[in-house]
């Protein structure tokens, strides 16, 4: 399956030759892996799969891989980064999620942006933003 690639990348890599981290403490389900992938084919690759030249594993990205095993992705956008220590790329695994959970949503302005969609693209799924009907209404 070809998806588009809207995001820098060092390379294009086979998602069977990733290597997640084991130390990666974030689980993700399989509802979050089907709408991630959802988003990747409807919206391509805006993110790449981030992996240390360090130890070769990923740092960023283990849902988008699961994403892109599910649809059958044949590549996927890599961006190799260099970490010193094992210490400053376990600390990038875990503040890369963590840093998106402590923001804070003002339904207002959520309210406002989803609307805008909406008015620009009668036909587009909301639920492509991540929030599922229940939670838009």
Same mark, same amino acid.
């Given at each position: 399956?070809?998806? @588009?690639?809207?995001?820098?990348?060092?390379? !294009?890599a086979? %998602?069977?030759?990733?290597? %997640? #981290? %084991?130390?990666?403490? #974030?689980?993700h389900? =399989?509802?979050?892996? /089907?709408?991630?992938?959802?988003?990747? /084919? &409807? /919206?391509?690759?805006?993110?790449? +799969?981030?992996?240390?030249?360090?130890?070769?594993? +990923?740092?960023?990205?283990?849902?988008?891989?699961?994403?892109?095993?599910?649809?059958?992705?044949?590549?996927? %956008?890599?961006d &190799?980064?260099?970490?010193?220590? &094992?210490?400053e790329?376990? =600390?990038?695994?875990?503040?890369?999620n963590?840093?998106?959970?402590?923001?804070e949503?003002?339904e207002?302005?959520?309210?406002?942006?989803?609307?805008?969609? /909406?008015?620009?693209? @009668?036909?587009?799924? !909301?639920?492509?933003?991540?929030?599922? &009907?229940?939670? +838009?209404?």
């Amino acid at each position: 399956m070809s998806i @588009p690639i809207h995001c820098a990348h060092t390379r !294009l890599a086979d %998602p069977h030759s990733l290597q %997640p #981290n %084991p130390a990666n403490p #974030n689980r993700h389900s =399989a509802h979050q892996i /089907q709408l991630l992938a959802s988003i990747i /084919q &409807e /919206q391509g690759w805006r993110n790449p +799969i981030t992996v240390s030249r360090r130890s070769g594993q +990923i740092v960023r990205g283990h849902g988008r891989l699961e994403a892109a095993l599910l649809i059958g992705c044949e590549t996927v %956008p890599v961006d &190799e980064q260099d970490y010193a220590t &094992e210490a400053e790329e376990l =600390a990038d695994l875990l503040a890369d999620n963590r840093l998106a959970e402590l923001a804070e949503l003002d339904e207002g302005d959520l309210k406002t942006l989803l609307a805008k969609i /909406q008015q620009t693209d @009668p036909s587009f799924d !909301l639920e492509l933003t991540g929030f599922m &009907e229940d939670e +838009i209404r």
